[in-house]
C-alpha cells in the first residue's frame, strides 16, 4: 500500500517520468489480494484513485483488462450489473485471444450477469470454454422452470460456489419466475389473471409451502421492477396485466 501511494501522489511535471506508470499493476495486485480475503470495500479509494488520474485511458491494455475484470467483478458484488457487463466485456473483448484461460476466467462472472440482464449464451460458447455447468442453468430460466434450476443449481453447487457466484445464479430464479408467470398468461389468454393460477403453476415446480399472499409477492416485486406491466387487484385476487406486451423483454430494462 506504500508503494502505491508513492506512486498517487507523484506529481513531478513529466509525465514520462512520472511512478503513476505504475500505479494499476500495484492496484491491480492489491484487488487480488483483496478478492482473496473478502475485503472488497478497501477496493473503492482504489478504483477512486484511477478515476481520477490523468493516465487511466493510456495504461497498457494487459493492465487495463485486468482492471477492468476486477472492478466489474466487484460491481457484480454489489449489484451494478449493467456496470459489472459494461467492465467485463471489456476485459472480455480486449483479452488477448490466445488467454483462452484468462478469457474463462472472465467468462465464469460475465456469464451470470449477462443472464441477470436478459441475455442467455450459446452452448457453443459455454462449450469452446468449458463452462457447460452454465448451459444447465440457462435451458430452465428460459423455459421458466424452476424445478430443473433448483436441480441445476444442486448440480453444480461445488463449482459455483468455489467461482463464489452461488448465490448470484440464485438471482436468477426472478427471472425464472416471471417465464413461468408469463406461460401462464400465454394458457388462459386474458389480461385478467387469478392469483390462484400462478400459485398453482408454483406448486407444480416444487415450491409445496406457497400460497397467494406469497404468490402475490412475487408478482409484486415483478411489477415492482418492470418485469411485468400491470397491477394486483387484492379485492378480486387477480393480476391485471397491460393488453400491450405486459411481460416487457428484460434486454429492454434500464
Not at 513531478?12 to 494499476?24: F, T
Not at 478469457?103 to 450477469?113: Q, S
Amino acid at each position: 500500500m506504500g508503494a502505491f501511494r508513492i506512486c498517487a501522489s507523484d506529481n513531478r511535471a513529466q509525465s514520462a517520468d512520472s511512478k503513476k506508470w505504475g500505479m494499476l499493476n500495484l492496484i491491480n495486485q492489491l484487488f487480488k489480494i483483496y478478492f482473496k480475503i473478502n475485503k472488497l470495500h478497501l477496493c473503492k479509494p482504489l478504483i477512486r484513485a484511477v478515476d481520477n488520474s490523468n493516465f487511466k485511458e493510456h495504461f497498457s491494455l494487459s493492465q487495463q483488462v485486468t482492471y477492468k475484470y476486477y472492478v466489474g467483478r466487484k460491481a457484480m458484488f454489489d449489484s451494478d450489473f449493467k456496470g459489472a457487463d459494461d467492465y467485463l466485456s471489456y476485459a472480455f473483448q480486449h483479452c488477448h485471444i490466445m488467454s483462452r484461460r484468462n478469457k474463462r476466467m472472465i467468462l465464469i462472472y460475465l456469464t451470470p450477469v449477462k443472464m441477470l440482464l436478459g441475455y442467455m449464451p450459446s452452448v457453443s460458447l459455454l462449450q469452446k470454454y468449458d463452462l457447460l455447468q452454465f448451459a444447465d442453468i440457462v435451458s430452465p430460466v428460459r423455459q421458466g422452470n424452476l424445478l430443473q434450476l433448483n436441480e441445476a443449481l444442486i448440480k453444480h453447487e461445488a463449482f459455483f460456489i468455489k467461482c463464489g457466484i452461488y448465490l448470484i445464479l440464485e438471482k436468477l430464479k426472478i427471472i425464472t419466475y416471471r417465464n413461468l408467470f408469463k406461460k401462464v398468461y400465454l394458457i388462459l389468454k386474458t389480461h385478467q389473471l387469478s392469483v390462484d393460477a400462478f400459485t398453482s403453476a408454483l406448486r407444480i415446480m416444487g415450491v409445496d409451502d406457497i400460497d397467494n399472499d406469497e404468490a402475490q409477492c412475487l408478482i409484486a416485486n415483478l411489477i415492482y421492477e418492470g418485469k411485468i406491466k400491470g397491477y394486483i387487484s387484492y379485492q378480486h385476487q387477480k393480476l391485471v396485466v397491460s393488453k400491450q406486451m405486459p411481460f416487457v423483454p428484460l434486454t429492454s430494462l434500464k
